[in-house]
Nanobody, 115 residues
Framework: QVQLVEAGGGLVQPGGSLRLSCAAS????????MGWYRQAPGKQRELVAH???????NYADSVKGRFTISRDNAKNTVYLQMHSLKPEDTAVYSC?????????WGQGTQVTVSS
């Protein structure tokens, strides 16, 4: 079993920055990769960023150059550093972990980009 807890969401002005964190606990060794998804009202959930155990990463085209996903193995935590935020980045951001036999989700954290 894996538990994921997100933090760092909130209200930020356009052009601002936020850093989201996702702390994993439980069967950490079973996790193969982790990622961040987001879902805005009226839109489907989309993959924002993904990082593997070997630190290979990929990003949605809409966030490339602005967002960075990283991992701190000592803290069992994955981060999403977001810069140059735009109103269209407003969404619930959720952490996902791919484990050996299952997929796990955090509860999500709200990011709102508005003046």
């Amino acid at each position: 079993q894996v538990q994921l807890v997100e933090a760092g969401g909130g209200l930020v002005q356009p052009g601002g920055s936020l850093r989201l964190s996702c702390a994993a606990s439980g069967s950490i060794s079973s996790i193969n990769a982790m990622g961040w998804y987001r879902q805005a009202p009226g839109k489907q959930r989309e993959l924002v960023a993904h990082i593997t155990s070997s630190s290979s990463t990929n990003y949605a085209d809409s966030v490339k150059g602005r967002f960075t996903i990283s991992r701190d193995n000592a803290k069992n935590t994955v981060y999403l550093q977001m810069h140059s935020l735009k109103p269209e980045d407003t969404a619930v951001y959720s952490c996902k972990a791919w484990a050996s036999a299952k997929v796990y989700w955090g509860q999500g954290t709200q990011v709102t980009v508005s003046s």
